[in-house]
């Protein structure tokens, strides 16, 4: 049984951290970019993994639930707690030290409250690159980052955050900490405790600090927007894509005119690539070695795919800035769909053979459901697409809570039906903890609540994150 923060509790965080610690304006921790949520908690913000094992420690005497806050951008309610006996809201944000860059080696060490466009910066500075790449890249922490594996544009080339990590450092549920921190390529000595810490969205301890895999920069470095006539040619050219430029593609985005016909109506104001928006594109970005030219290859790849009848149109960026306004477009999707506001959004991801039946039978089953607009944009190369259900035009959200439910529900049916996950890179945090439930291999959970109660057997880490918390 959880307990709340008391006064006296209070006083006794004070005695162990400085003034610098505690937050006066506690308002941007207890909410969420989605607007649907309000947190409560005690916040505070340590400046060191010793400083966090002192909280941790006081939480786990006092079982007191520990709600650990990295950079706020979670989209499932992962990072507050509505609910129940008020927690610490554990903020990372002052641990934001690169601590080392071994060029040589291809590493670099960083606190976990290091923002991600800040360890972008300190790559490009010894002539390497990070590859992990979101929109949120500006606010977004690393620790919060790999706590929910995130994924991100470049997972095609790269993998997800669990693929571009060697080592952690992590403060446990009882206050003691783990000196994971290597920069080994093998250690092959035991569970991957590791491995098991990314991911689990700070319910089995708190990342304190990282190693992380640094890549050689990509030489030539091109983008194209290409018209596809369906998904099913969209998929097509990316097989097409792979057999001509091979591992060289990092990113290969899919999107449905309706992201431009939300970027119209709302905003942020973006310049079109097309005369003509066509009902489907993709902006496909590549990174080839010294001596090949990515506009030779991007152009060799539109032709073939002209040729195949499976493009119809297509630009061809002819500078990093072009590039960039390219990438602009896409970036700015999430924004105008936060602005029209969403009935229910889905992360989701399917086997890539059957991406394009899902956006099919999708939009069938939906229109028995009702009347919707769909977005439907994302990661097509690793199978991870965003299918989000707006209002009509002239309806806002607040229409159609009746129906929000069954909405989700026949979505994530049907991506369970066609083997795929509801929850593709967002992780479970609260809002989904219902839908691991309800899909989730019985073995499966099984398992995740055994390694959840013998770590930490009081519940206090994230209580009601990834797994409903015991009565």
């Known amino acids: 049984m959880l307990n709340s923060v008391t006064p006296a509790f209070e006083e006794k965080l004070r005695q162990l951290l400085p003034e610098a610690a505690f937050k006066d ?54 990072q507050l707690m509505q609910e129940g006996p008020t927690p610490v809201v554990l903020s990372l944000e002052r641990m934001n030290k690169i601590r080392a860059v071994y060029a040589s080696e291809n590493v670099l060490v960083c606190d976990a409250g290091v923002i991600l466009a800040d360890i972008h ?28 594996n995130a994924g ?7 993998g997800n955050a669990r693929a571009q990590c060697l080592g952690l450092e992590v403060v446990r ?33 708190i990342i304190t600090a990282a190693a992380l895999k640094l890549a050689p920069r990509p030489v030539g470095i091109g983008a194209a927007m290409m018209a596809v006539s369906s998904p099913s040619a969209a998929l097509k050219l990316l097989a097409m894509a792979g057999e001509r430029v091979g591992e060289s593609i990092s990113a290969f985005e899919i999107m449905h005119r309706a992201g431009f016909d939300f970027l119209a109506e709302v905003g942020p ?9 066509p009902e489907w594109c993709v902006l496909i970005d590549v990174g080839l070695p010294a001596g090949l030219d990515p506009q030779n290859a991007l152009e060799g790849l539109f032709e073939a795919a002209f040729d195949a009848g499976l493009v119809t149109d297509g630009v061809i960026a002819q500078s990093h800035a072009q590039r960039d306004a390219f990438w602009h477009i896409r970036e700015s999707i999430p924004e105008a769909n936060r602005r029209i506001g969403s009935i229910s959004s889905h992360d989701i991801s399917v086997p890539l053979s059957a991406a394009a039946a899902f956006i099919a039978r999708g939009k069938q089953a939906l229109a028995e459901v009702g009347e919707f607009r769909i977005n439907c944009f994302g990661h097509l190369g690793d199978g991870n697409l965003h299918y989000n259900v707006f209002p009509m035009q002239g309806h806002n959200r607040a229409d159609y809570e009746v129906e929000r439910p069954q909405v989700k529900r026949v979505v994530h049916d049907l991506v369970h039906e066609m083997e795929g996950s509801v929850s593709a890179e967002h992780g479970i945090g609260r809002l989904k903890v219902a839908d691991l439930e309800k899909y989730g291999d019985p073995a499966k959970l099984a398992m995740l609540r055994a390694i959840k109660d013998a ?15 015991r009565p």
């Open 121 to 148: 910066k300190a790559a490009e500075d010894v002539g390497r690159l990070f590859p992990l790449s979101l929109a949120s890249e500006g606010s977004a922490r690393i620790g919060g980052l790999l706590s929910t």
């Open 173 to 205: 549920p009882d206050g003691s900490i783990w000196h994971g921190l290597t920069r080994l390529r093998k250690d092959n000595t035991g569970y991957d405790l590791r491995n098991l810490m990314i991911g689990a969205e700070g319910t089995l301890g």
């Open 152 to 158: 991100g544009v470049n997972v095609l080339r790269y």
């Open 455 to 469: 770590l930490d057997p009081k519940g206090i880490m994230n209580p009601g994150a990834v797994l409903s918390q």
């Open 269 to 277: 104001d973006i310049k079109q690539p097309f005369g003509e928006i």
């Open 25 to 78: 304006d506690t308002v941007p921790y207890l909410s969420e970019p989605r607007g649907r949520w309000a947190g409560q908690g005690l916040v505070v913000a340590p400046g060191s993994t010793e400083e966090v094992a002192e909280v941790v420690k006081a939480c786990a005497d006092a079982s007191v639930g520990i709600v650990p806050y990295s950079g706020g951008t979670g989209l499932v309610g992962g």
